[in-house]
């Protein structure tokens, strides 16, 4: 713990502007209060940027825009997609300016829960791929200066805020842990089952071409064990390969919520 607050203070220190890059598809899950709270004690400026866009509908988007908005600047970007990256670059002259710092590169440092796509973001904005990415957790092994131009200069970080700040299906959903490493992976399934349906189920039946209509979450996964053939010698479902191949999609980005 000591260690990634330290890591935290030291690129709030550094940075003339903070980026706080959370998850779009869960966007208050991970957010985090104490790097905020460090943020406004060190009368820092920061911009939360919502990564992963391109997996939330525009509706929901809008509407989280529009709530985080009224406390601090946020934009919505992809950083696989490279989307919103210019408004970005834009929002940080932006409010660099309104705080004056003119005469030197404007050092931005990036801080956010392991696999919201930090490195992503960076690359978007600097259009080039200088940072290290991976759709799993623990790409980035230490802290990166990267050179936008510009005049914008990024502290790219680890995945400093602790990951076992989530119970094992919250690391599932956000890809802190792929399937290799989950304990439960039906859980894990069935809660990304759960979302979906209560999200956007006809994404979910329009991938597996299944019809879920009224099926429970567990009766959900059956139907798309049976619909990928994903059966046992007595003909019973797999249902641990089809959670495997639910999260394995999942953390891919092949839904959007």
Same mark, same amino acid.
């Given at each position: 713990?000591?260690?990634?607050?330290?890591?935290?203070?030291?690129?709030?220190?550094?940075?003339?502007?903070?980026?706080?890059?959370?998850?779009?598809?869960?966007?208050d899950e991970t957010r985090n209060n104490y790097v905020e709270e460090q943020i406004i004690?060190?009368?820092?400026?920061?911009?939360?940027?919502?990564?992963?866009?391109?997996?939330?509908?525009?509706?929901?988007?809008?509407k989280t825009k529009s709530r985080f908005s009224k406390f601090?600047?946020?934009?919505?970007?992809?950083?696989?997609?490279?989307?919103?990256?210019?408004?970005?670059?834009?929002?940080?002259?932006?409010v660099v300016e309104a705080s004056t710092i003119m005469d030197r590169d404007i050092l931005v /440092?990036?801080? &956010?829960?392991?696999?919201? @796509?930090? +490195? !992503?973001?960076?690359? /978007?904005?600097? &259009?080039?791929?200088?940072? @290290?990415? +991976? !759709?799993?957790?623990?790409?980035?092994? &230490?802290?990166?200066?990267?050179?936008?131009? !510009?005049?914008?200069?990024f502290i790219d970080t680890p995945g400093v805020i602790p990951s076992n700040e989530f119970d094992e299906i919250m690391q599932g959903l956000l890809g802190i842990k792929d399937a290799t490493h989950l304990k439960d992976t039906v859980g894990v399934a069935m809660k990304i089952i759960e979302v979906m349906c209560s999200e956007n189920k006809a994404e979910l039946e329009s991938f597996y071409k299944v019809d879920i209509g009224d099926l429970d979450v567990?009766?959900?996964?059956?139907?798309?064990?049976?619909?990928?053939?994903?059966?046992?010698?007595?003909?019973?479902?797999?249902?641990?390969?089809t959670a495997i191949r639910i999260i394995n999609d999942w953390q891919k980005g092949q839904f959007v919520v």
């Open positions: 713990m000591a260690s990634y607050r330290a890591l935290v203070m030291d690129v709030i220190r550094r940075a003339d502007i903070l980026l706080e890059v959370v998850d779009a598809r869960f966007p004690r060190a009368d820092k400026p920061f911009i939360i940027v919502l990564n992963k866009c391109d997996l939330v509908s525009k509706e929901k988007l809008e601090v600047p946020a934009v919505f970007v992809s950083g696989k997609d490279r989307f919103g990256t210019t408004i970005l670059r834009h929002k940080i002259l932006e /440092g990036c801080l &956010g829960y392991p696999n919201t @796509g930090k +490195s !992503s973001v960076i690359n /978007g904005v600097s &259009g080039k791929h200088k940072a @290290g990415t +991976s !759709s799993i957790s623990g790409h980035t092994k &230490g802290v990166q200066h990267v050179n936008a131009g !510009s005049r914008i200069k567990y009766e959900s996964l059956e139907a798309i064990g049976k619909r990928n053939n994903f059966l046992k010698k007595k003909g019973e479902i797999d249902e641990t390969r």
